[in-house]
């Protein structure tokens, strides 16, 4: 059982930067792929961003591909959302998730354990 809670959302203006924060516990993250999804109300659940069980390699949705980074910190059983250049649209529940595999996973279903989320906010 893996344990996720997220932290880092806020109220930001357009173009400011945020990062997310996700801490696990139960067991260690380097056995898992990690991956940020946001759902914004009224609309379903996004792929953000992943990387895989090294850090040594990534994958963005496009909407975010060059503004967000992912990265992790197997050590402290940490995954990091870095979010640049935040736009409206942005504007979403964040959510880590941990995946079994080795690899990256854009699709929700590869994943096993998912946090509560954190609200980010961007105002125009």
């Known amino acids: 059982q893996v344990q996720l809670v997220e932290s880092g959302g806020g109220l930001v203006q357009a173009g400011d930067s945020l990062r997310l924060s996700c801490a696990a516990s139960g067991r260690t993250l380097s056995n898992f792929a990690m991956g940020w999804f946001r759902q914004a109300p009224g609309k379903e659940r996004e792929f953000v961003a992943t990387?895989?069980?090294?850090?040594?390699?990534?994958y963005y949705a496009d909407s975010v591909k060059g503004r967000f980074t992912i990265s992790r910190d197997n050590a402290k059983n940490m995954v990091y959302l870095q979010m640049n250049s935040l736009k409206p649209e942005d504007t979403a529940l964040y959510y880590c998730a941990a995946a079994f595999g080795s690899s990256t996973y854009p699709r929700p279903d590869k994943y096993t354990y998912w946090g509560q989320g954190t609200q980010v906010t961007v105002s125009s």
């Open positions: 990387i895989n069980w090294s850090g040594g390699f990534t």
